[in-house]
């Protein structure tokens, strides 16, 4: 079984890409972010024909998850259950964004996440994020208590750096959301809630990025950060046979600022 995770920034703008790269790679589970589109907007039919079964909550032209799969998609759940909701105003009631969805994806129980950017240290939204965080930490750390043995693959783009060798300049961060010590003390307390980055043994860094700026070519000078991953459970981390960051797939004409990550994991009874 191959699945990945891609922040497409916009699906309706990179449909043909998606496909064929889906079609080219054999992907069997894809989770996207920032599909930037209504639920009805989506394009349901392009994945529809080539076998694929589309769960996707989208409310805006803003934020938007999804998950296609050829090999099941039972139990979809939009939201975690503590997910919170935001609102700049104080006086407004929190709205939930359309930033998780859940779904049993041939036997493994896939969340897309589309972590808050926190958009600066003094900025509602980083409190925001690291309440978001620890909500969904919580909320793994439960499931994974009430069924060890339970496959859960916690994909997307965390907007969190965890260490220095996943930006291109730790200076450049420093006094900037992605990198701070309490989004990476977040991030890490995954690991302590059994919760394994099932990709970075098969793809180490220093260098080694999923995200680059469209600005100031980020990308030709190879100023990227490493912020897109596939946390495993036990259960999942135990089939992973190969990992990788499709870093082509980030070039030419109306890439997405992010590459695709794939996780290969063996058939059942391996």
């Known amino acids: 079984m191959r699945l990945a995770t891609w922040n497409v920034n916009s699906v309706r703008a990179r449909t043909d890409r ?3 790269w889906m079609q080219r790679t054999g992907t069997d589970v894809l989770a996207m972010q920032e599909t930037k589109c209504k639920d009805e907007q989506f394009p349901h039919e392009r994945f529809g024909e080539l076998g694929y079964q589309v769960a ?10 999804a998950i296609v799969s050829r090999v099941g998609l039972d139990d979809v759940q939009i939201g975690f259950e503590d997910q919170p909701g935001f609102s700049k105003d104080p006086e407004i009631s929190p709205a939930l964004e359309a930033r998780a969805i859940g779904a049993t994806c041939g036997g493994v129980r896939v969340w897309s996440l589309y972590v808050p950017n926190g958009r600066a240290l003094d900025d509602p939204h980083y409190a925001y ?5 620890a909500k969904l930490r919580a909320d793994a750390q439960t499931w994974l208590s009430a069924n060890p043995d339970q496959q859960i693959a916690l994909v997307g783009d965390w907007n969190v750096a965890p260490t220095d060798d996943d930006v291109w300049d730790p200076a450049f961060f420093e006094g900037k959301t992605h990198t701070s010590q309490a989004e990476r003390d977040a991030f890490h307390s995954f690991a302590e809630a059994g919760f394994t980055d099932v990709v970075r043994p098969h793809a180490p860094g220093p260098g080694v990025y999923t995200y680059w700026d469209y600005t ?8 990227g950060m490493r912020i897109d991953f596939v946390l495993g459970s036990p259960a999942l981390a135990a089939r992973v046979t190969g990992a990788e960051i499709d870093r082509n797939e980030r070039k030419g004409k ?15 009874g391996w």
């Open 216 to 223: 100031q070519l980020r990308f030709p000078k190879k100023q």
């Open 56 to 65: 996707h909550v989208g409310l805006s032209q803003w934020n938007g998850v």
């Open 129 to 133: 994020k690291l309440d978001w965080l």
């Open 18 to 20: 998606i496909v064929d």
């Open 254 to 268: 109306g890439a997405s600022d992010h590459a695709p990550v794939i996780v290969d994991l063996a058939d059942e």
